[in-house]
């Protein structure tokens, strides 16, 4: 779940708008994008909307929503799906982690990192973080 924002032409002026994308991962690895919603501009409260529309739609359950750390955005989604695990996009955790990273250290650091968020199993994710913690 995430938003984007782009500027349109409306009433012959330049207006900000807002996409919310919610994308779905199923059990064999089949990536669908459930829709896009136009909006002024991203909130909590959009959100709910925009989860409330998913389960009328069908949607009966979110397992894990991956998302940016919004305000507000996890308890909407809760509203809806109350089962739910809230996780932070992965684009987010890699941003809060470089801010303790020397500048000078950042490439090497990434590269590792990718062997972290890549591996195919929690066992390989393991050993590369804990290879990255022995440098």
Do not use: Q, R
């Given at each position: 779940m995430d938003a984007l924002y782009f500027k349109v032409r409306e009433e012959h002026r330049i207006v900000n708008r807002t996409a919310y994308v919610c994308m779905a991962?199923?059990?064999?690895?089949?990536?669908?994008?459930?829709?896009?919603?136009i909006g002024e501009q991203e909130g909590?409260?959009?959100?709910?909307?925009?989860s409330n529309d998913l389960k009328n739609r069908g949607v009966k359950d979110i397992l894990?929503?991956?998302?940016?750390?919004?305000?507000?955005?996890?308890d909407a989604i809760k509203v809806v799906f109350p089962e739910?695990?809230?996780q932070s996009c992965i684009i987010h955790q890699i941003r809060n982690s470089i801010k303790y990273i020397p500048s000078k250290n950042i490439?090497?650091?990434?590269?590792?990192?990718?062997k972290v968020y890549k591996a195919v199993n929690?066992?390989?994710?393991s050993q590369a973080l804990q290879s990255q913690a022995d440098k």
């Open positions: 991962l199923d059990v064999k690895g089949h990536k669908d994008i459930l829709g896009i919603w909590a409260k959009y959100w709910l909307s925009v894990i929503a991956c998302m940016d750390g919004l305000k507000g955005l996890p739910v695990n809230i490439k090497a650091f990434m590269k590792d990192l990718k929690e066992t390989m994710a």
